[in-house]
């Protein structure tokens, strides 16, 4: 089984649509989750932190189930820049090691 | 300060040569962490620093690869006796934070644009 498993699409979506991925993590003991996006031939950057409560950054939404070990991004009324690589991220421990998963890639079309 | 370097962006090489690729990271910042990648894939972890201290190495990482961070501030990743799989984008990030006041999110991992490696 991977560390970090992620459904890679891809998802095509209408503008305006909302989208979810999901992740799951083998790791039970993982401290820290987070979402990169990745646009084509550029470097991953975060979008954002994933909280235990879970937590909203305008049309982006993160969610935790640490029973499950499993992460969500849900996105609402998707843009054209939008259209990425979503790639899950997990720290597998206090040491700092963070894997990532194989990504989601999500195309947006008019 | 402009962000993560790397160097060289393209390396063309021979199978069975050894190839040396250079990252300066952000100067406040204490974690180093090298990645590899290929098409359709996520960054795939090799090893990480903190300070000059490796911390941890990926255990599907041969021999033939080595990283150093002799003082805890560049790094460099070398690949010995180059195989045609070893063809990726190695991609180097930095973290964290090196002197005290210095807040920072140790989990946000900032990119250089990567060294290609082209094995023929």
């Known amino acids: 089984r991977k560390e970090v498993e992620q459904d890679p699409g891809p998802f095509n979506v209408p503008e305006g649509a909302t989208v979810a991925f999901n992740c799951t993590y083998s790791?039970?003991?993982?401290?820290?989750f987070f979402w990169y996006r990745q646009d084509c031939r550029k470097e991953p950057k975060l979008l954002m932190s994933?909280?235990?409560s879970g937590n909203e950054d305008g049309r982006f939404t993160a969610q935790l189930n640490r029973a499950s070990q499993y992460i969500s991004l849900l996105i609402r009324d998707s843009k054209l820049s939008d259209s990425a690589t979503y790639l899950c991220?997990?720290?597998?421990?206090?040491?700092?090691?963070?894997?990532f998963g194989q990504g989601t890639t999500l195309q947006v079309k008019p | 300060d402009t962000g993560v370097s790397q160097n060289p962006r393209h390396k063309i090489t021979k199978r069975g040569q050894n190839v040396t690729f250079r990252c300066d990271p952000i100067?406040?910042?204490?974690?180093l962490y090298w990645y590899r990648q290929t098409l359709g894939q996520g960054p795939e972890f090799l090893t990480y620093?903190?300070?000059?201290?490796?911390?941890?190495k990926s255990r599907l990482l041969s021999d033939r690869f080595s990283a150093e961070r002799p003082k805890g501030s560049f790094s460099t990743l070398e690949i010995q006796r180059t195989e045609q799989g070893d063809s990726a984008m190695y991609l180097c990030?930095?973290?964290?934070?090196?002197?005290?006041?210095?807040?920072?999110?140790?989990?946000?991992?900032?990119f250089g644009e990567g060294s290609r490696l082209t094995v023929l």
């Open positions: 620093f903190q300070n000059e201290a490796q911390l941890e």
């Open positions: 991220v997990v720290n597998f421990s206090n040491t700092g090691k963070l894997i």
């Open positions: 990030a930095s973290s964290g934070a090196k002197r005290k006041g210095l807040a920072g999110d140790l989990g946000e991992l900032f």
């Open positions: 994933v909280y235990s």
């Open positions: 100067s406040e910042h204490n974690r």
């Open positions: 790791n039970s003991a993982s401290q820290s």
